[in-house]
Every structure is written in C-alpha cells, then in structure tokens.
C-alpha cells in the first residue's frame, strides 16, 4: 500500500534543538573476529539454542564494520545534527581489562572523525550492552569488579575520542541488562535470579556515578549521562489490586533508576518488596550514584499496563500495534516527560530512542526499490509532535532520536524485526532508504530552513 506521507508537525523546537538518529554497536558492526576483537556475552547468548528467535547471532550484522564511509554518507544524506553510536568494549579491550586493542580504538576514531568531517556531532554511549565474555566469567556485573573495570574501560575510550564528541552516554538501559539479562534471562547473559538482577542495577548505576567522577578528574569536558528506558506504566482496571501493581512496577522500572540517579536513595516501597533480594550497598555508593549528570537520556516506545493477575494484553487494548506487539502510545511520551519534569530536578533531557519495527516489504519501482513505510513513518511524526506538546506544557528539551539508522539485530527478536529507515538486504547487505528516510530528511530540511529563517530576522532586528 503506498499511504500518504505523514504531514510535519508543527510545534515550533528551539534552534539548539539536536535532532539524531541512532544505532549500537553489537546491533549493525557485525566483523566479530576482526582485527582482534574479543567475545562479547551476546556472542555466547546467542549460539544458546533458542535464546534468538531465528537462531540467528551478530557475526556479519550489517557489516557496518566493512561498509562505515557508505554508513556515513546514509547520515549525512539525512540532514541530521547529531548519531547516537555505541562503543564495542570487547573490541577495544577484548578481555574487558588489561590491553587495549589498537585497531578497535583506531575503528571509533574513523567513526567520529568520519562525523566530524561530515559535520555531525557524535553522541557516544560506552555500555550498549555488549559485555566482554571473559567478565562474564568472572561473575559479570553480578561482580563490583566490573564496576572498576568499567571505569578504566571509559577512561581509556575517552582519553582516545573524548576531546571530539558531544556527549558521552555511560550506559543504555540498566534496566534491561538487570531484568531482562539477570531475571527474566530472555537477554544476555541469561540468568534467572531476582535478586542478582538487583545486584546488577546497582553495579551499573554505581560504575555510572564512578566514571563520571573519573572522566571529571581526567579533564573530560564533554557533558555526561545515561539513558534509561521508560514509560508511564498504568493499572489495567481501577482495582486496588492493579493499582498497587502498576504503583510497584512503576517503582521498579522507573523509580528504581530515577531516584538513586537525582535523590541518592533507592525508593523504600519497592526495597521492601523485595525481601531478601534487595542489592548489598557499601557507604558512599548512593553519594556516588547521584553525581550530578549534565544529561538525562529517555527510550520511549509504549506505554506500560498492569494488572495484578498479569493477564492484560496489548492485543486486546484496541490500540494499534508494531510488528514487536507494542501499543502505539504517542501522548505516553508526552505524559512521561511531563511527570519526570514534575518528580525529579533534571538537566538537559533528551529523548535518545524512538521508533517502530513494522513489516516492510521491498519494491522495485520504476523509480527503482522502495519501501513504503507509511506507518512507520506516522509513527515517527506523531512522536515528534509529543516532544512538541510536552515542550508546550513546559518541559525543555534538548533533542530527539530515531532507533534506527538501519534494520538491524534486533536482539533476542533477531533480524526479524526491522526498525531501520533504512532497509538492509541481509544477503548483500544493500541499503535502500525507506520513505520513513526521505521524510525525516524533508523534516531536517525544514528545521533548517527554519533556523536560518530565525537567524535572517534577527539580524534584520538588530540592523533596524
Ligand atoms: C531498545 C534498545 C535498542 C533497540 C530498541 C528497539 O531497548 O536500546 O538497542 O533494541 O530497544
């Protein structure tokens, strides 16, 4: 079906406003034996059978390993201010301590400078969790020496490209790492455990704060935070019941990330719940963990519904939905900016990950392949328009990112589902821009035009 293209919103951003797109590193690199890079743990995870849903695994990816000048052109055609990257740890330190791989090092470099010379501004995320293998084997982030492993891993990467980034992400998204890596073990690396989850959310908030002090004390001048996955979660019905339980997984998947972060504590309802599994803490852990951050950087992709007997599903709520199942909620990303300005003093906010797996197919046109990805396009835009409507209600934003420059590893999902505004053809590794693509890039053109419409009357002000 060939709909329409989507209309731009259109809210009025602020001329610094930083409009991205995103990527990680595990998800599109691909070369996982090249130039002495080491085992990550989804390396391992995904040669477990059944742990990817099409048995698949991240050793070739996008190869955007081999085809980084081509990938780089894609963002620059785009129009786009700034690209989210992540950083392969095992690449660049392939045992996860002791030496460093220079030709790992030498890659992130072309990266940035690639950027650079492109005239985008590189957004740098450290942990996009690919852990080395070799720290999973000593107890991974279960282990508080990760915690210090990860520090010199962040110092050694930011000596090397700190002075040429915009901003530097420590980690994306504990709270799956913790829950769906420790608990549910439906991510890397697979374990089952409440209360090692816990464990793994505290290690990874308080290497956080830790590198932050280190990165500080080193010189870094580049603004620092982290990125953390949220949604409004909600009660399926008005019972108490589902009340209290949207209340506590309101508590574990926001709160529990939120408060240590701008409070220094951990929120006291969920830390009784949690009994016996709660994470061992040593003095000074909560005054590290709340390092004052210049950044904050949220995902959105839906909303969250809980019943207490946890028989609410999304196919049921009448919402549309993605080809991952998740609800199309465009004014939940409203309703969570809102709340996160109303409950927690923030810095500059972001939304660093947006957008939606749809089944694309591929057209070969007249005017040669095409993908019209109407939906996934509608989506971005009506996204947009919420960052636009929770700037009106008074919330300040700093930027806003499309997940992802390409179709991609989409985790324990596979190739299976694609996010990209880019279509990728596995087989050959083709890049075909989707419409989804081309109407971002109209909308950047804008923002442009825009801005130097601004600058043009403000001069003229100013001559008058
Ligand atoms: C986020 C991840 C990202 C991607 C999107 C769809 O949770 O950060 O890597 O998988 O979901």
Redesign the pocket.
């Known amino acids: 079906m060939n709909s329409p293209l989507p209309i731009f919103p259109s809210h009025r951003f602020p001329e610094d406003f930083v409009w991205g797109v995103a990527t990680?590193a595990f998800?599109i690199e691909g070369a996982a034996a090249a130039d002495g890079r080491g085992e990550s743990i989804w390396d391992r995870f995904c040669r477990q059978p059944g742990a990817i849903a099409d048995g698949s695994n991240g050793d070739i990816a996008c190869d955007h390993y081999h085809r980084l000048d081509a990938d780089l052109d894609l963002i620059a055609g785009l129009q786009v201010d700034a690209y989210r990257f992540s950083v392969s740890w095992p690449r660049v330190q392939p045992d996860g301590q002791g030496a460093f791989n220079e030709a790992g090092l030498a890659f992130y470099e072309r990266l940035v400078d690639g950027l650079l010379a492109r005239g985008i501004r590189p957004y740098l995320t450290l942990n996009?969790w690919d852990l080395p293998q070799a720290l999973q084997d000593q107890g991974g982030w279960a282990s508080r020496d990760t915690v210090h492993r990860f520090v010199a891993y962040a110092r050694q990467v930011v000596a090397r490209l700190g002075d040429r980034v915009a901003t530097i992400t420590t980690h994306?998204?504990p709270w799956?790492m913790a829950v769906l890596g420790h608990e549910a073990g439906i991510f890397a690396p697979g374990i089952r455990h409440r209360g090692t989850a816990m464990q793994v959310a505290h290690h990874l908030l308080l290497s956080h704060g830790l590198a932050l002090q280190a990165l500080r004390a080193d010189g870094c001048r580049a603004p620092l935070g982290i990125v953390l996955?949220l949604s409004p979660i909600g009660p399926a019905t008005d019972s108490p019941e589902d009340r209290a339980a949207a209340r506590l997984e309101d508590g574990r998947s926001v709160r529990w990330y939120m408060d240590p972060l701008f409070l220094g504590r951990y929120p006291d309802d969920v830390w009784q719940h949690l009994g016996g599994d709660v994470p061992q803490v040593h003095d000074g852990d909560m005054a590290a963990i709340a390092t004052p951050m210049d950044f904050l950087g949220v995902?959105y992709?839906t909303r969250g519904v809980v019943s207490a007997s946890g028989a609410w599903r999304a196919e049921d709520s009448g919402k549309p939905l993605t080809d991952m199942g998740w609800e199309i909620v465009p004014e939940g990303l409203t309703e969570l900016l809102l709340r996160l300005h109303r409950d927690w003093r923030l810095p500059a906010l972001y939304v660093k990950?947006n957008g939606a797996a749809f089944r694309d197919t591929l057209e070969h046109t007249a005017d040669g392949p095409r993908v019209h990805d109407g939906q996934r396009t509608a989506y971005i835009a009506s996204h947009i328009a919420a960052v636009g409507d929770a700037m009106a209600q008074g919330v300040p934003m700093a930027g806003y990112m499309v997940?992802s420059l390409l179709d991609n590893f989409?985790?324990a999902s596979g190739y299976a589902k694609r996010?990209g505004i880019v279509h990728v053809d596995y087989a050959s590794g083709t890049r075909t821009p989707k419409d989804s693509y081309l109407w971002y890039r109209d909308f950047m053109q804008l923002q442009r035009a825009r801005r130097t419409a601004r600058a043009l009357a403000a001069e003229a002000l100013t001559a008058n």
């Open positions: 990680s998800q996009h994306n998204e799956v996955n995902n992709y990950e997940w989409e985790w996010f």
